[in-house]
């Protein structure tokens, strides 16, 4: 039953009611400088780590704060939640851990592996639909036939506020943040830090991040049509609808969002781990995929990014390295035309090998219709230094008379 204090939007207090709620439930992540991040950005930068959670993503607050809120008939009787992802496992984890029945319906493309973690921390796993609008509508059946409470991942007041509590740990570290960056999918993340940031430093910023592919929030605060679809490695901030509660707290207090595409959110999560030694989802890169976007936005300032969670698919993070190593030209792939002749790819290896490049596959062909009768093509996928290093082996190839076609950028090997 919704109590009048819950249909008012949260208030710094009720945030601050929350994280007493949860202390020593919830980790108190660590929020860092990241001062190779400021080099590459050009503007002071700190990091939130939500990613250690012990479901490696923000959610378990929220979730627990709404648990944490049932009475006892509404604990004995069960909860239910709808999600793909991190709010799946925050309720199942925490609805567990406090001895309260949970069932999670999850759309029937779900990963195997996010359905097995979901499982793996107590919930009942129903799967239903295609898409997580799908699974929400059964959900909600299933939440009037049962008598289940059902635990919205965004749109309701004790998760925005238990959202929100992150906030209060990075201004409790840095109150001179000028800067928060935040991934919005349905708005609960975004709304609980503006609604605790704004009432503790009215002067700083929070600034919003969607995908191109998902530009819900950005539709809605334009009042323009929601246009919404497409694969994106952000699936976690993939909305085609914000929450009305998040919405007007967006309405009042975001001071901007920044759309941003998937080659920018790769390189982000490519930067995480190359550059911070740790784990960020497609969602949790977007905001410093912002940086990326609109360095001149940030420039010289203080901005604090949440890593709003880690967990991704190895192979994808596989993928997404190999690509960002590629769009350095530090991977190429050429194929080159060559007569079929004994010799010849041995002169080409020790080219390769002379000027320092590390060949990592070799694919030969003769039967390509466009290839002389007495030619060959040659594929080769090579390790360089940077794009100075690749293009200098190319050219001594071409000065021996070799055709040198660059191929697509090689993808990952699955």
């Known amino acids: 039953m919704t109590t009048a204090v819950e249909l008012r939007p949260p208030l710094l207090a009720d945030v601050r009611e929350a994280a007493e709620t949860i202390a020593g439930a919830v980790m108190k992540t660590p929020f860092l400088p990241a001062p190779r991040l400021s080099a590459l950005t050009g503007a002071d930068v700190w990091v939130k780590y939500e990613n250690l959670q012990v479901t490696n993503a923000f959610k378990e607050r929220g979730a627990l704060v709404k648990l944490l809120s049932l009475t006892e008939e509404e604990r004995r009787r069960g909860v239910i939640a709808m999600s793909a992802g991190n709010h799946a496992q925050a309720v199942a984890y925490h609805a567990t851990r406090l001895g309260i029945p949970s069932t999670i319906v999850m759309p029937e493309t779900t990963p195997h592996v996010k359905v097995t973690a979901t499982r793996g921390f107590g919930a009942h796993v129903v799967l239903s639909g295609e898409t997580v609008a799908e699974a929400e509508v059964e959900a909600e059946r299933l939440a009037a036939r049962d008598g289940l409470t059902f635990v919205h991942p965004y749109d309701d007041f004790h998760v925005i506020r238990g959202q929100g509590t992150v906030a209060l740990e990075m201004l409790e570290v840095k109150p001179d943040l000028d800067v928060i960056v935040v991934p919005i999918g349905g708005g609960g993340l975004a709304g609980g830090i503006a609604v ?28 323009l049509p929601v246009h919404a679809g497409g694969t994106t490695l952000a699936e976690g901030i993939a909305v085609r609808r914000v929450g009305r509660r998040t919405l007007e707290i967006a ?68 993928s997404i390295m190999v690509r960002e190593l590629a769009r350095e030209e530090k991977i190429v792939g050429i194929r080159l035309i060559i007569p079929d002749r004994p010799g010849v790819l041995g002169e080409i290896t020790t080219i390769l090998g002379r000027l320092g490049a590390n060949i990592l596959e070799v694919e030969h062909h003769r039967t390509f219709l466009k290839v002389p009768a007495k030619g060959a093509t040659l594929d080769v996928v090579f390790e360089t230094r940077d794009g100075a290093h690749a293009q200098e082996i190319i050219a001594a190839l071409e000065a021996l008379d070799y055709v040198v076609e660059r191929l697509e950028r090689p993808e990952a090997p699955m």
């Not at 700083?204 to 929030?217: A, C, D, K, N, Q």
């Not at 901007?256 to 982000?268: H, M, N, T, Y």
């Open 196 to 223: 605790a940031a704004k009432a503790i430093s009215p002067r700083i910023e929070i600034v919003g991040v969607e995908t191109r592919l998902y530009p819900s929030m950005w539709a809605e605060l334009k009042d």
């Open 251 to 318: 309405r009042r207090l975001l001071d901007d969002l920044i759309l941003v595409d998937e080659a920018d959110i790769e390189r982000a999560v490519n930067l995480y781990l190359t550059l911070q030694k740790t784990m960020a989802e497609g969602a949790a890169g977007a905001a410093l995929a912002a940086l990326l976007t609109a360095p001149e936005r940030f420039r010289s300032r203080s901005v604090g990014l949440i890593l709003s969670g880690g967990n991704i698919d190895p192979r994808i993070l596989s």
